[in-house]
């Protein structure tokens, strides 16, 4: 497990590091996730402590959004002045985002026929 | 009720645990139980957000008992900083699906462009209309994308980042609580673009939620939460000097 999380802290290092040194406008973490997922694509295979850590991480990931919303407090004046408009952009916005996005995915999918190869269907 | 005796005692100890991380760290913690607790209570209701719960106490917790934020947050960054290895740990996922996210890269790209500007004007465009003042306005821009990268956007054109904190925080809790009635009354049922949808609407509280109902709903969500931390980065500076 202490092997896992080494190689989680320390693709974020290093992508933190490349990030600052090239001035790139990526985020450390999410050049960390490209260098993981080309390590683990080296590797060929992912190992099993690599994935119960990153399980256990995933599973719980919105936990790890609540200490930076509770800093809501310090925005409370703010918010009384402006909250309908707030709340309606942030409602509307995200609303509208996640029609056009699967709108846009479902239709290039059906056009470049990306939808006969992938048959896994739901809904929940 | 408390003898006057013990009382100087109590107020001692407070005063020495509160000024430690240990407590506001194990308090997040409960707080985020409770609304798990109740949010399985509930039979998985999406309206019944965990994080919205567990903000919502606290929020309480902190103004009953007169602690300013940096206080709190000098015990929950523990938790905070985890973020970073979890956006990491996303590349497992990724490992674990590739084949069928490399069949699916064309309409990954469209859907990611697409979305991601539709995220930036729209949140920009309907504050405006709302009269709402242009710092704010730009504090929204990037609200789509995960906690860390949206906060360093609205640094770099000038708006308030421990605001779009907060305003992270609630598209995370709005997209998780509308995704499954919403792609339900559209008819999608391709999990791929469900899980794409909310990945690119709001980040890693609506990855959550997409782990929590499929895990290829959750792949691909967490796949264009990555993506489009990269779009926003490069387009919220290019987007925002067109409109406001």
Redesign the interface.
């Known amino acids: 497990m202490i092997a896992a999380?080494m190689g989680?802290?320390a693709?974020?290092l290093a992508?933190e590091l490349i990030a600052r040194l090239l001035s790139l406008?990526?985020?450390?973490?999410?050049l960390?996730?490209?260098?993981?997922?080309l390590a683990?694509?080296a590797r060929g295979k992912?190992p099993e402590t690599?994935?119960d850590?990153?399980?256990t991480?995933?599973?719980?990931?919105?936990?790890?959004?609540?200490?930076?919303?509770?800093?809501?407090?310090?925005?409370l004046d703010?918010l009384r002045g402006?909250w309908?408009?707030?709340?309606?952009?942030?409602?509307?916005?995200?609303?509208?985002?996640?029609?056009?996005?699967?709108l846009?995915?479902?239709?290039?999918?059906r056009l470049?026929g990306?939808?006969r190869?992938?048959p896994?269907?739901?809904?929940? | 009720m408390i003898p006057s005796t013990i009382e100087p005692v109590i107020q001692g100890i407070w005063v020495y645990l509160t000024a430690r991380p240990l407590v506001w760290l194990t308090v997040t913690l409960a707080a985020y139980l409770i609304g798990q607790w109740l949010f399985e209570r509930s039979g998985r209701r999406p309206l019944v957000n965990p994080v919205a719960i567990a903000v919502l106490l606290l929020v309480v917790l902190l103004m009953a008992t007169g602690t300013e934020y940096k206080t709190y947050f000098d015990g929950a960054q523990f938790v905070h900083f985890l973020l970073g290895p979890a956006t990491v740990a996303l590349a497992v996922p990724l490992h674990q699906n590739f084949a069928q996210v490399r069949r699916a890269a064309l309409p990954m790209v469209a859907a990611l462009v697409a979305g991601s500007v539709t995220a930036i004007v729209s949140a920009v465009g309907i504050a405006m209309l709302f009269g709402v003042s242009l710092e704010t306005s730009r504090s929204l821009a990037s609200k789509s994308v995960t906690m860390p990268i949206a906060m360093g956007i609205t640094e770099q054109i000038g708006g308030i980042p421990s605001l779009t904190a907060v305003v992270v925080m609630i598209t995370g809790v709005i997209g998780a609580m509308v995704v499954t009635p919403l792609m339900n009354l559209m008819r999608i049922d391709d999990w791929r673009a469900r899980g794409f949808a909310v990945g690119v609407a709001s980040h890693g509280i609506g990855t959550a939620r997409a782990f929590q109902v499929n895990e290829i709903a959750g792949t691909f969500a967490g796949i264009a939460m990555a993506m489009n931390g990269i779009a926003t980065a490069i387009l919220v500076p290019l987007l925002i000097a067109l409109i406001a």
Not at chain 1, 25 to 30: D, M, R, T
Not at chain 1, 32 to 37: A, R, V, Y
Not at chain 1, 84 to 102: E, K, R
Not at chain 1, 120 to 124: E, F, L, P
């Open positions: 999380l989680l802290l693709c974020q992508g406008p990526i985020p450390g973490p999410v960390g996730t490209i260098l993981l997922f683990l694509l992912v690599m994935r850590v990153a399980r991480l995933l599973a719980n990931l919105s936990l790890l959004f609540v200490p930076a919303g509770v800093g809501i407090i310090q925005h703010r402006e309908l408009g707030i709340l309606a952009a942030v409602f509307g916005s995200t609303v509208l985002t996640m029609i056009v996005a699967v846009v995915f479902r239709g290039v999918s470049t990306a939808d190869i992938s896994d269907r739901g809904r929940a």
